[in-house]
């Protein structure tokens, strides 16, 4: 299993990320979190602030969109999609609605079976590395559990891919405007005793089959399992 879970966009680790996928570095870009933004904001966004297909490209990667509403309820149709690049690349937005989204295309059986067969390369940053751990019980916190967009089930899918044994708290302690929702999430996770991992803009966890490590800018490389 390979993946990199990073807390804002790439983070400062992108030459580990790099290191994971094969040659020649074909992505799909899922942006499914974003989709209870209208389409026209989404691309003046893009157009003039941030696009991860740019920056994938000017890496060296082959970037294209995959939208998961296109696949819902066809999952065999998108595991053909998925057997044709080297990498996933899971953008921010709203977690649950992106969990959404993977349990109506059946992204998430696909992606788990891909994952332990070593097939391809799981990343993504705030809800797409969220959404890795077992659960979003916690994420509420940070992000809307009822939020919608046209074409979603209402009902809130509140576990998580379960590709890791903790959750991820992304942009803690960060200048970002969910820094203070962060710290909210950690509190609930320390008061409940569940096991997580707070990460910092820049940081990224990093899964290499069963060795799971903190990529961070804060100190040295540590393992964590």
Do not use: C
Request: charged share 25%.
């Amino acid at each position: 299993m390979r993946m990199y879970l990073s807390s804002y966009r790439l983070g400062h680790h992108v030459d580990r990320l790099f290191a994971l996928v094969d040659e020649p570095r074909r992505v799909s870009v899922i942006a499914n979190a974003l989709d209870f933004i209208p389409d026209e904001a989404r691309e003046r966004y893009e157009a003039t602030v941030y696009s991860p297909l740019s920056e994938l490209s000017e890496l060296g990667a082959t970037p294209e969109y995959l939208d998961l509403r296109r696949y819902f309820g066809n999952p065999s149709a998108l595991e053909q999609a998925l057997k044709q690049v080297d990498l996933v690349w899971v953008l921010g937005g709203n977690a649950f609605l992106l969990r959404r989204a993977m349990r109506q295309s059946g992204f998430d059986d696909i992606m788990r079976k891909m994952l332990h067969d070593d097939n391809i390369v799981y990343g993504g940053f705030s809800a797409g590395a969220v959404v890795a751990a077992s659960t979003l019980r916690g994420i509420d916190l940070m992000d809307d559990p009822d939020q919608l967009a046209s074409g979603y089930d209402p009902a809130v899918v509140w576990d998580g891919l379960d590709l890791v044994d903790f959750s991820v708290v992304p942009h803690y302690r960060s200048n970002h405007d969910e820094a203070e929702a962060a710290e909210n999430a950690v509190s609930f996770f320390e008061a409940k005793g569940l096991p997580f991992r707070a990460i910092r803009d820049g940081d990224a966890v990093l899964v290499e089959g069963n060795v799971v490590s903190l990529l961070s800018d804060q100190h040295d490389r540590e393992s964590m399992s």
